[in-house]
């Protein structure tokens, strides 16, 4: 048996301006199926859809030439006003994108990836819960 592994597909830069964040989540869940659990799948369509679902609203564009800090900013803000999540959601919504990112990062040398500029959303004791049993 001879080893022969694909090569990673390079995208020149014209191609590469017609590639969206929705398009890298697409490729990177059908490239995961068979990896991840339906539970991790379903998350990271979760953010696709909600990727669109943000890019249609409020009209900016996923292009992977125009990801950069101020388009995650946004997005947060999306998140907190429209879809009404609370942090901790947020949060994992980010990391996922951030896995995206740094998945395709050699394949689209210009796409941003978010670093620590992009610091995890802090949770308000208000949004945690403790469970408190009465006392006999």
Same mark, same amino acid.
């Given at each position: !048996?001879?080893?022969?592994? !694909? /090569?990673?597909? @390079?995208?020149? =830069?014209?191609?590469? %301006?017609? *590639?969206?964040?929705?398009?890298?989540?697409? #490729?990177?869940?059908?490239?995961?199926?068979? #990896?991840?659990?339906?539970?991790?799948?379903? =998350? *990271?369509?979760? @953010?696709?859809?909600?990727?669109?679902?943000?890019?249609?609203? !409020?009209?900016i +564009?996923?292009?992977?030439? %125009?990801?950069d800090?101020?388009?995650?900013?946004?997005? #947060? $803000?999306?998140?907190?006003? @429209? #879809?009404?999540?609370?942090?901790?959601?947020?949060?994992?919504?980010? =990391? %996922?994108? $951030?896995e @995206?990112?740094?998945?395709? /990062?050699? +394949?689209?040398?210009?796409?941003?990836?978010?670093?620590? &500029?992009? &610091?995890?959303?802090?949770?308000?004791?208000?949004?945690? *819960?403790?469970? +408190?049993?009465?006392?006999?």
């Amino acid at each position: !048996t001879i080893y022969n592994p !694909t /090569k990673v597909q @390079v995208i020149d =830069k014209d191609e590469q %301006k017609r *590639f969206t964040l929705a398009d890298l989540f697409e #490729q990177y869940i059908e490239t995961k199926t068979h #990896q991840l659990q339906d539970s991790t799948l379903r =998350k *990271f369509k979760r @953010v696709k859809k909600h990727l669109i679902e943000f890019s249609q609203s !409020t009209k900016i +564009s996923l292009d992977i030439e %125009k990801i950069d800090f101020n388009f995650y900013l946004y997005y #947060q $803000k999306y998140l907190i006003e @429209v #879809q009404e999540y609370l942090n901790s959601t947020i949060n994992d919504e980010i =990391k %996922k994108i $951030k896995e @995206v990112s740094n998945f395709y /990062k050699d +394949s689209y040398p210009n796409l941003f990836l978010p670093n620590r &500029k992009l &610091k995890k959303m802090v949770e308000p004791d208000e949004q945690r *819960f403790t469970m +408190s049993y009465p006392e006999s």
